[in-house]
């Protein structure tokens, strides 16, 4: 997912490479991701962030949870001055990503480019951790 807010970087591109290319971790496995942030127009950039979090879906509240969080600020390590990064973190032994019939555990690695003028754009990439099989309702029971 990618999302802009008022309109900043309209041609703003995050690429991120995982260090499994199907995406998916054991509990307690190290997580690397290497990103690309491309399109940087005439607004300059006041900071990235990087973050793992896991978010649930579904019926009822929606819960969140942060894994991992870092923010750079200095810029010699902003883009365009340095347009590509790394970061990485064990993650934890729970939650699990889980496909529920009512509920939905999932993980992403998140970039977040905040600019100058208030605006910011955020790049969401979604990961498994664990091998818990999708729920399934029982035959003749409807959702």
């Known amino acids: 997912m990618n999302q802009a807010g ?3 970087g309209r ?12 995406r998916r971790y054991e509990a ?3 997580l690397r991701v290497r990103y690309t942030i491309e399109g940087f127009a005439d607004e300059q950039p006041r900071a990235v962030e990087h973050s793992v979090l896991w978010y649930t879906e579904g019926k009822g509240e929606e819960d969140l949870g942060v894994h991992f969080f ?20 064990l993650l934890p032994p729970s939650p699990l990503s ?9 993980w992403c690695a ?3 480019v905040f600019f100058a003028g208030g605006r910011d754009f955020v ?10 099989p999708p729920a399934r309702l029982p035959r003749g029971v409807d959702s």
């Open 6 to 8: 008022d309109g900043a």
């Open 11 to 22: 041609d703003l591109r995050v690429l991120v490479q995982f260090c499994r290319t199907d």
């Open 28 to 30: 307690l496995a190290e």
């Open 70 to 89: 870092e923010r750079i600020t200095e810029r010699s390590a902003l883009p365009p001055a340095a347009a590509s990064g790394t970061f990485a973190t």
């Open 98 to 106: 889980y496909e529920g019939v009512i509920v939905k555990v999932r």
């Open 110 to 112: 998140r970039v977040r």
């Open 123 to 132: 790049s969401e990439y979604v990961f498994e951790v664990g091998r818990v």
